[in-house]
């Protein structure tokens, strides 16, 4: 299973849709936004993903914390947010 990453540009419910549809397989999905744009389009995405999901009978929670990612060589901090099945 990949990491869903999110970019400020990202569209809200393309976003949703992979949310959903690695959920739907793997019952686990992780999103990963680095800077204030990417994580509120992050944010709107775990929230429609939720209503699509709830659509199914699928109830989720997102669990966030901060995670250190490299690129190119450089350390950056980023917001990692885990869905889970209620």
Same mark, same amino acid.
């Not at 990453?5 to 569209?11: L, Q």
């Not at 509120?40 to 939720?50: F, G, T």
């Given at each position: 299973?990949?990491?869903i $990453? %999110? $970019?400020? @540009? =990202? &569209?809200t419910s393309a976003v949703a849709g992979a949310i959903a549809g690695v959920f739907r397989e793997y019952k686990l999905a992780e999103v990963q936004a680095i800077g204030a744009s990417a994580v509120?389009?992050? %944010? $709107?995405? /775990?929230? /429609? =993903? &939720?209503s699509y999901l709830a659509q199914d009978g699928i109830d989720? %929670?997102?669990i966030s914390e901060f995670v250190d990612v490299e690129i190119d060589?450089? %350390? &950056? @901090?980023?917001?990692k947010f885990t869905v889970e099945q209620r």
């Open positions: 299973m990949d990491i $990453k %999110v $970019k400020g @540009t =990202s &569209r509120n389009q992050a %944010v $709107k995405a /775990l929230a /429609l =993903s &939720r989720v %929670v997102f060589e450089k %350390v &950056r @901090t980023a917001i």
